[in-house]
């Protein structure tokens, strides 16, 4: 019975592997909308998100009927918990990603990323992807210390979004305020995917060895 | 044996709107630092965070001791989960909390918000505070009906955002472009609290009727 039960947890992590790779392929398509002006491509990402929402719903009903059925107890219930709350986590970066894409439809054929603060906005978007790509690896390996190096990467992400404020607020900036508002919420929106990635990393650490981060990296 | 299991249930949802008080708290002071320019205010917000933190952790311990002890099924366990849920998204309105009284402490003694553009920004401000402060009656009188009706009130949110975005892209819009973001990142603020609100006052829905608020309301 123990058997049957932790193949279908592993099931639940290979769902978890799969949606970071749809979250993956959604924060690159993004990404390239906004700095191509590609309409087409930014409905891709939209119209995707509703696979995410799907294989989250069927993460969930899998997790519901695991504890359901097979009454986990001590590491099995925490790490079915913690699935649940990756996929939660999974879908939101999903979200974050089509926020992106309709800030790059919003103003097609045009860009909305000014030539001169593309540099830090192009790398935020390669921090992210870098950060999901290294999840996906993550939760399919169960690899804390790639987790625990992936707090770095946020590391340079809060220092890019500090420099997108420095570059959007100085006397040169001669783009106006749709472009800043845009440069503004595109970061937040960068960021928020990071800070997922890391939340989902940590958790992937918890699993495997039963404490947060902090505690392991000590 | 299960009437003790309901007891402590109970007892969670007591800790959900002790929580939710403190988010309702935090929202109302964390506008009040941003209408008036109060470091003082702005402090108290971002340092009472953590008792919001440790409050979610002594749920999460509660509810993961009734899961591993009592060994919930059905109802019982949806309940639960949802309960686990519900904290993450509440601690996640304290921290959109945080952030706002950031950006007043960000500009004190000055007001970050402009005199023209305060009655969209007060407006949405008290739409949020709303929106939590019967999340509060939700959560203790299980109010299905109450609960339903809060997606009514993020209708206007929505609708302000929109309004927002507005002024500040007008061509009458005279305070540079670190307002302007600074309105943009708030209106994200508050619509994000306002969206969290919806979805617990949903899992309450779903806690006591079993349904998900859409099939309820048909």
Redesign the interface.
């Known amino acids: 019975m123990r058997d049957v039960f932790h193949e279908e947890l592993d099931s639940v992590f290979d769902d978890l592997s799969g949606i970071a790779g749809r979250v993956e392929d959604a924060v690159r398509l993004a990404t390239s909308a906004l700095l191509t002006g590609d309409a087409e491509t930014a409905e891709r990402v939209i119209s995707a998100d509703v696979d995410i929402d799907r294989a989250r719903e069927r993460v969930e009903d899998k997790a519901?009927s695991l504890?359901?059925l097979q009454?986990p107890?001590?590491g099995d219930?925490?790490t079915i918990?913690a699935a649940?709350?990756m996929v939660?986590e999974l879908e939101r970066m999903g979200d974050l990603s089509v926020h992106v894409a309709k800030i790059a439809r919003l103003r097609t054929p045009h860009v909305a990323v000014p030539e001169e603060v593309r540099p830090t906005m192009s790398r935020m978007a390669e921090v992210a992807e870098d950060m999901v790509a290294q999840l996906l690896q993550i939760i399919t390996g169960r690899d804390v210390e790639a987790a625990i190096e992936l707090g770095r990467d946020d590391e340079e992400m809060d220092q890019l979004r500090r420099t997108s404020?420095t570059e959007?607020?100085s006397d040169d900036?001669s783009h106006?305020?749709?472009a800043?508002?845009d440069i503004?919420?595109l970061g937040?929106y960068y960021e928020r995917i990071a800070d997922h990635a890391v939340s989902v990393a940590n958790r992937v650490v918890f699993v495997v060895t039963g404490q947060n981060p902090r505690a392991v990296d000590v």
Do not use: I, N
Request: hydrophobic fraction near 65%.
């Open positions: 519901f504890l359901s009454q107890v001590a219930l925490r918990v649940l709350r939660s404020f959007l607020l900036w106006g305020v749709e800043a508002v503004a919420l937040r």
